[in-house]
Each structure stands twice: as C-alpha cells, then as structure tokens.
C-alpha cells in the first residue's frame, strides 16, 4: 500500500522561504515520479512540480518558476520542496504525488497522494 506523508508546512512571511518534505513508503520509490500539487480554498487542485526518478529535468508550473525547487533522495524515500521568495498567493494545502512511468501536469494522472499539509503566507 503506498503512503505519502507531507510535513513541514506552517505560516511564513511573504518573501520567506519554507521547505516541504514527503515521505513515501510502500512503493519501490525509484520506479516513481514524484510531484507536488496545491489547492486553495475555493479553487481546482494544480500541479507545482514534478521530478523524475532520476532526478534530472524537474518540470515547473510557471507560477513557481525560479522561486520553488523540487528535489529527492532516492536512499531516503523523500521528495522535497524549497519554497522561496513566497507570496500569498502560494497559500494552499500542499499534497504530495507518485505516479510511474513519465511526468504529467495533469493532476489527475498521479494516482497517489497524501494528506496535504497547509502552507499560509502573510502579506
């Protein structure tokens, strides 16, 4: 059964930076993409960031283009997000996602997520 945890989410100042980690378990991680997807309050869940299990050539939504960077560690199960130069329209539950096979930024092509862990930015 594969498993998801997000963590690291909370409150920060518009300009800050904060960073989300994702932990996997149940998978064979190295056959996975992972991602990172939002939703905010009253709006579509949207894609953030995708990497390969390479991971070489992550993809970017371009709202977070130069702020945001997605990474992982293959050894520890994890994927990550480095949150930059944050705005409050970056105010969202953050979810984790896997899927095998290549990237899409299709939300609704990555079969599994997890619990989400919410993001506030103040102005």
């Known amino acids: 059964q594969v498993q998801l945890a997000e963590s690291g989410g909370g409150l920060v100042q518009a300009g800050g930076s904060l960073r989300l980690s994702c932990s996997a378990s149940?998978?064979?991680?190295?056959?996975?993409?992972m991602a990172w997807l939002r939703q905010a309050p009253g709006k579509e869940r949207e894609f953030v960031a995708a990497?390969?299990?390479?991971?070489?050539?992550?993809v970017y939504a371009d709202s977070v283009k130069g702020r945001f960077t997605i990474s992982r560690d293959n050894a520890k199960k994890t994927v990550y997000l480095q949150m930059g130069s944050v705005k409050p329209e970056d105010t969202a539950v953050y979810y984790c996602?896997?899927?095998?096979?290549?990237?899409?930024?299709?939300?609704?092509?990555?079969?599994?997520g997890g619990q989400g862990t919410q993001v506030t930015v103040s102005s």
């Open positions: 990497i390969p299990w390479t991971g070489t050539s992550p």
């Open positions: 149940g998978l064979t991680f190295t056959n996975y993409a």
């Open positions: 996602a896997a899927k095998s096979a290549a990237i899409t930024t299709d939300v609704g092509r990555w079969p599994y």
